[in-house]
């Protein structure tokens, strides 16, 4: 083979990397806007929005990580690289929340702490969080599909855990339950409903 012909072969082999790349940096912030227009539109921030900002930012500090990790894993995955060892980062947002638990457990003591979990918008949780993670997962979804992913269904549910993360974030500055027990209960068996729902997808809609 002749240096012109590798190089071609090369460069057309490295063309759905760039794509995947590109999609993927315009993707998340379409998503992060559509998704605060639904908020004003829809949902809006919770009425005591000024005085709950140290229960906010609690919550915020567990989903964006979540998220935060998630999307930046998610190129290497979907550009059919190897990301090693770098997955185990997604246990960061798990044990922030732990971390809270912790925290709530000790100033509050056990009693009460069953109600303090289950609380009282446990539904609304799990139906909004992956309402709410619609979007981005539709737009992950198809930024992922202009890569090469070895796994389809790994790469869908990671993209399910940054959607999750993404739409968790948003529902955080509408929910009312500020229970670090409730937080990482609820929020977790949605981004797990989130995360299978990407998985599935992805083994159909990202095969190559």
């Known amino acids: 083979m002749k240096t012109d012909d590798l190089i071609n072969v090369l460069v057309a082999d490295s063309t759905p990397v760039r794509d995947a790349r590109s999609a993927l940096l315009r993707v998340v912030p379409l998503a992060v806007l559509a998704l605060a227009i639904v908020m004003g539109v829809w949902l809006g921030l919770r009425p005591d929005a000024m005085t709950a900002l140290p229960a906010i930012a609690m919550k915020l500090s567990i989903t964006l990580s979540l998220a935060g990790i998630a999307l930046a894993l998610l190129p290497s995955v979907v550009m059919h690289l190897n990301p090693a060892g770098r997955i185990s980062a997604l246990a960061i947002a798990p044990a922030v929340a732990a971390v809270f638990v912790a ?19 446990a ?7 992956p309402l709410l993670s619609i979007i981005p997962l539709a737009g992950l979804l198809f930024a992922a599909r202009q890569g090469m992913p070895a796994s389809p269904a790994g790469a869908g549910a990671l993209a399910g855990v940054a959607a999750a993360g993404i739409g968790a974030s948003f529902y955080a500055l509408n ?3 500020d229970s670090p027990l409730f937080v990482a209960c609820w929020y977790s068996i949605a981004t797990l409903i989130v995360t299978a729902a990407g998985a599935m997808l992805g083994s159909r809609l990202l095969r190559w």
Request: proline share 3%; glycine share 10%.
């Open 175 to 177: 929910c009312l339950e």
């Open 123 to 129: 539904s609304h949780c799990l139906v909004l969080i």
């Open 103 to 121: 925290m709530d457990i000790a100033a509050n003591g056990p009693a009460g702490a069953m109600t303090r979990l289950v609380g009282t918008k």
